[in-house]
Structure formats: C-alpha cells, structure tokens
C-alpha cells in the first residue's frame, strides 16, 4: 500500500489570471491529476500560486520535482508537507480560483486571521482553499474551479 501525501507550497508567477495560456496550464494540470490520481486546488493571487496537491506520495514527489523546474514557477517555498490520512479535495483533480473570486488578503482579514508562523499560514490557507472549492458545503464539490471559465466564455 503507498502513502497518500500532500503538499502546500506558494510560487511566484507572471500568468495572468484569465489568459489563454493559464487556461491551457490548468487544463492540461487536470488532466494530468486525472491520470495520477492527485487531487487539489490552486489558487492566482496578485502574480502568486497557492497550491494544496495531494495523492499517492511517490506520484506527488515525482510531479513536485517538475513543478520546480518549470519557468512558469519562480521563488517556490513549501509551506507545509507530510501523510495525509484522508483527501481535503477528494472531488478536485485541480480546483482553481482567483484574486478576483475572492482575495486570498481579504480573506484573512475578514477571518481576523493572524499569521506569524508557516504552520499557522498553512492552516489558514488550507481553510481558504477548502472554502473556495466548496469542500465544506453540502455539495463537497469544487464549483469555485469551474466558475471562472463560464464566466470568461460568457464575456
């Protein structure tokens, strides 16, 4: 039996949130995670990636060593690792949202989030990226992920 893992790490990128080519990224990431069987969600914040991905650990150190190499991450810093007993994102080969869904900075401060440490930073990010996916709503889904790009064919 193989270890399930997750790992949360922040990368800085010059994506853009909406652009053709972020478009391809998460699309090929999902089909990918698909593949692989990892799950998780990415969030775009003012030119920064946060990122929760979970799955098989082997298959996960595998995919983080292409993360690190891959130009469109710069400055990648993992926030927090380690065995995970059951899936946050079991619905998510690759939720994603953006600054304009919801600010990652406002809403730490509507949850009166303090952070003065990486394990307090991990916690609050895995509860905003919990909440963005909708993991935490009846429907256990990953709505937040689909949305943006509705939105952006209905422009």
Not at 84 to 107: E, H, I, K, N, V
Request: hydrophobic share 35%; with cysteine; charged share 25%.
């Amino acid at each position: 039996m193989t270890e399930r893992s997750f790992v949360l790490y922040r990368s800085e990128t010059s994506l853009t949130p909406r652009s053709d080519t972020t478009r391809t990224l998460i699309d090929r990431s999902r089909r990918r995670n698909r593949e692989r069987a990892l799950t998780g969600f990415l969030h775009h914040d003012d030119g920064i990636f946060f990122h929760w991905l979970e799955g098989d650990a082997e298959t996960l150190a595998l995919t983080m060593e292409r993360i690190l190499h891959d130009p469109r991450h710069r400055g990648l810093v993992v926030l927090a690792s380690g065995p995970l007993p059951a899936r946050r994102f079991p619905d998510c080969p690759m939720g994603y949202s953006t600054q304009s869904d919801y600010s990652l900075l406002r809403w730490l401060a509507d949850h009166s989030v303090t952070v003065r440490e990486h394990s307090a930073l991990a916690t609050a990010l895995l509860s905003f990226l919990e909440e963005r996916a909708g993991s935490t709503s009846s429907t256990g889904g990953c709505q937040a992920s689909r949305s943006i790009w509705r939105a952006k064919a209905s422009m």
